[in-house]
């Protein structure tokens, strides 16, 4: 049984595994509430369903790239809990799971998982919905020409809250946007279970999150200068 975290984004979510399957998840939409609401929703979700936190044999938790603050609270979340309980932490990175999110209508088409990283940049990959990556993650700054070796012969699905600043910019006849996408706990847990059939744990004490940008704490100007 794993308990799986997402909390990259502004959406927060949670859900438990068991043996791959999805026994319940739960999602909170409002915007950077994470410190007080992960907690909460940890405890409810596991109480809503009988589940002792003894019978969790694994956290699974975001790795990013995402939001600083966001990752920080559940990458703290995720090792306290492996702390407390003895248990192994699992991390996946948040655009290798929103490869889950979408079932292609055409055959051979590509995903685009894309998150937002300020002005035109994004951070996104390339792959397939069989969780094949064509494209590793990266920074990207979008022009119209972005992605035009993969366009020309596939459709191509951008989604992700990075992706709203593309439709205007990319109009390239095999684009299509999908709105609404949102990193999802369901698809941690998902890409977990097999990480932990595979044995594939991280270092509970120095494994850091991948963040969008580097953090920079800026100095308040000293109002008699």
Not at 53 to 62: D, E, T
Not at 93 to 106: A, I, N, R, W
């Amino acid at each position: 049984m794993i308990l799986s975290i997402e909390t990259s984004t502004e959406v927060c979510s949670v859900a438990i595994h068991q043996d791959g399957k999805l026994i319940a998840s739960s999602q909170s939409s409002e915007a950077y509430s994470h410190a007080e609401k992960l907690a909460p929703m940890i405890d409810d979700i596991l109480r809503s369903n009988n589940i002792e936190r003894k019978y969790l044999k694994s956290i699974a938790v975001s790795a990013g790239p995402g939001s600083y603050t966001g990752l920080r609270i559940g990458v703290s979340t995720a090792k306290g809990l492996c702390f407390a309980l003895d248990i192994p932490l699992i991390t996946v990175g948040t655009l290798e799971s929103m490869l889950e999110s979408v079932e292609p209508k055409e055959d051979h088409s590509l995903l685009c998982p894309m998150l937002d990283a300020r002005r035109m940049e994004v951070y996104c990959l390339v792959g397939k919905s069989n969780g094949e990556v064509l494209e590793p993650k990266h920074p990207k700054i979008i022009y119209e020409s972005s992605f035009e070796d993969h366009l020309k012969n596939h459709v191509v699905y951008f989604y992700g809250n990075g992706a709203e600043k593309c439709n205007t910019v990319i109009t390239h006849q095999n684009v299509r946007f999908i709105d609404g996408i949102t990193p999802s706990a369901i698809n941690i847990g998902k890409l977990a279970s097999v990480k932990y059939e595979n044995r594939e744990f991280d270092d509970l004490a120095y494994f850091e999150p991948e963040y969008l940008k580097a953090f920079h704490a800026i100095k308040a100007k000293n109002p008699l200068q």
